[in-house]
């Protein structure tokens, strides 16, 4: 659990989130969910913690699936949340039934990553964005609710106002829906706003131009974000804290400038070294991860960047099937298939937490120097991290070391998920 704590004589944090956890369930056919002692879930977020001050533009950053979007409709209460707290102005939301957290949805509203989507077609601009003033009951005359409406279009940059009014999602640009979906979060006037990807849709030319409307809005009404993101460029022009997250963790948090001026752990290296610098003479090498995110159903063990890392260590949590996804991807090429014949089929091996094996044939001696020695040659950290290779009950069994536990550290001003430190 990545957590912080704030001076003392810092103002009171408007948003809280220790230890949040969201899981969800995955379907299975009813015969196989009776095979099943444990049910398989989808870690979308594993753990994460971080406050947000008044005023303040935190940046939840991360690669598609990572579970960022996850943890903004979690504080909303718009995904219930499987274990963990959240704190808002003080008070623990995270059980509160409908009845009583609808009072402070005027206080926390969202800006939807889709505005195509966020948009009833068959509502009128001037009727989407006036409508949460009737669902929360703040006003039920026709009259004010237009005159607040047009104030707000007018703001956002919505005009001319009077026209756009009458006009249907359809009938809008881009740009305009988008605007106009942050006008319909801003007549409430809330104090929190969770943006979720809002300028992901939108073409290049405009996404500037929202940005500035939303640190306008910010600087007019004391507003802060939870700016949610896989853009490190934008996030650097709009956020003061960045939080980088990880297959459904946070692995490194700190203010935007220190993060981007020195990145401490290896996923925001690789983050930030993939960023285009549109200067030839000052493109650095890039040192982007090995192989696919892994599955969030079955996330790995330890720190969950580790089968991806170019800095991995032999402690950072290497398991039996990472063994065997090893010789998986070495067997892709059939010259190296043909050398390594003898250790078996693929299909042969099998893998539960820190061991990996098979039926053990009668070179038992010659299997075990093979497995040495690509490991060797592939990952040397992966090669210490054996802790045995022997024959158990007529199979070779390959077990790996215990990680070293995981803990979040302070590192030259943030806070960092990493063995490296």
């Known amino acids: 659990m990545i957590a912080e704590s704030a001076p003392s004589d810092a103002p009171a944090s408007l948003l809280e989130v220790e230890d949040l956890v969201v899981h969800?369930?995955?379907?299975?056919?009813f015969l196989q969910s009776l095979v099943f002692r444990d049910k398989p879930v989808v870690h979308a977020v594993d753990g994460v913690s971080f406050v947000l001050q008044p005023g303040e533009i935190l940046g939840l950053v991360g690669e598609s699936g990572c579970g960022?979007?996850?943890?903004?409709?979690?504080?909303?209460?718009?995904?219930?949340?499987?274990?963990?707290?959240?704190?808002?102005?003080?008070v623990d939301i995270t059980t509160l039934k409908e009845k009583q957290i609808r009072p402070l949805r005027t206080k926390i509203q969202i800006i939807f990553q889709d505005p195509h989507a966020s948009l009833n077609p068959a509502m009128s601009i001037g009727r989407a964005i006036g409508h949460p003033l009737e669902v929360?009951?703040?006003?039920?005359?026709?009259?004010?609710?237009?005159?607040?409406?047009?104030?707000?279009?007018?703001?956002?940059?919505?005009?001319?106002?009077?026209?756009?009014?009458?006009?249907?999602?359809?009938?809008?640009?881009?740009?305009?829906?988008?605007?106009?979906?942050?006008?319909?979060?801003?007549?409430?006037?809330?104090?929190?706003?969770?943006?979720?990807?809002?300028?992901?849709?939108?073409?290049?030319?405009?996404?500037?131009?929202?940005?500035?409307?939303?640190?306008?809005?910010?600087?007019?009404?004391?507003?802060?974000?939870l700016f949610i993101t896989h853009d490190l460029a934008t996030a650097k022009f709009v956020c003061d804290r960045?939080?980088?997250?990880?297959?459904?963790?946070?692995?490194?948090?700190?203010?935007?400038?220190?993060?981007?001026?020195d990145p401490k752990h290896p996923y925001t290296r690789a983050l930030l070294?993939?960023?285009?610098?549109?200067?030839?003479?000052?493109?650095?090498?890039?040192?982007?991860?090995r192989g696919e995110v892994p599955d969030a159903i079955r996330p790995p063990a330890g720190c969950r960047f580790h089968p991806r890392c170019r800095s991995v260590l032999a402690t950072c949590g290497w398991e039996g099937r990472d063994f065997?996804?090893?010789?998986?991807?070495?067997?892709?090429?059939?010259?190296?298939?043909?050398?390594?014949?003898?250790?078996?089929?693929?299909?042969?091996?099998?893998?539960?937490?820190?061991?990996?094996?098979r039926a053990a044939p009668q070179n038992v001696a010659g299997i075990?120097?093979?497995?040495?020695?690509?490991?060797?040659?592939?990952?040397?950290?992966?090669?210490?991290?054996?802790?045995?290779?022997?024959?158990?009950?007529g199979e070779i069994v390959v077990r790996f070391r215990t990680a070293d536990d995981l803990r979040p550290k302070l590192v030259e001003g943030r806070t960092v998920e990493c063995l490296l430190y």
């Open 324 to 357: 065997v996804e090893f010789l998986e991807e070495r067997w892709l090429d059939e010259k190296i298939a043909q050398a390594e014949a003898n250790l078996g089929p693929i299909d042969e091996w099998a893998y539960q937490g820190l061991e990996a094996r």
């Open 68 to 90: 960022k979007t996850t943890v903004g409709r979690t504080v909303l209460r718009l995904t219930e949340p499987t274990s963990g707290h959240i704190r808002f102005e003080g």
């Open 136 to 225: 929360h009951g703040i006003s039920d005359d026709p009259q004010e609710i237009r005159e607040a409406v047009l104030a707000i279009m007018r703001e956002v940059g919505l005009t001319p106002a009077e026209l756009l009014y009458h006009q249907y999602p359809g009938d809008l640009s881009g740009g305009q829906k988008q605007r106009a979906v942050i006008a319909r979060a801003m007549i409430l006037r809330p104090r929190l706003l969770v943006a979720d990807e809002p300028v992901a849709m939108l073409d290049m030319s405009i996404r500037a131009k929202v940005l500035e409307l939303m640190l306008d809005l910010k600087a007019r009404h004391n507003l802060t974000y």
């Open 242 to 261: 960045i939080a980088i997250m990880y297959l459904g963790r946070i692995v490194e948090i700190g203010s935007a400038k220190e993060i981007y001026a």
């Open 368 to 393: 075990a120097e093979t497995i040495r020695r690509i490991l060797e040659n592939g990952l040397p950290a992966f090669a210490a991290a054996v802790s045995s290779i022997g024959v158990e009950e």
């Open 24 to 29: 969800y369930p995955v379907k299975m056919p």
């Open 273 to 289: 070294a993939a960023i285009p610098v549109p200067d030839p003479t000052k493109r650095g090498p890039k040192v982007l991860p």
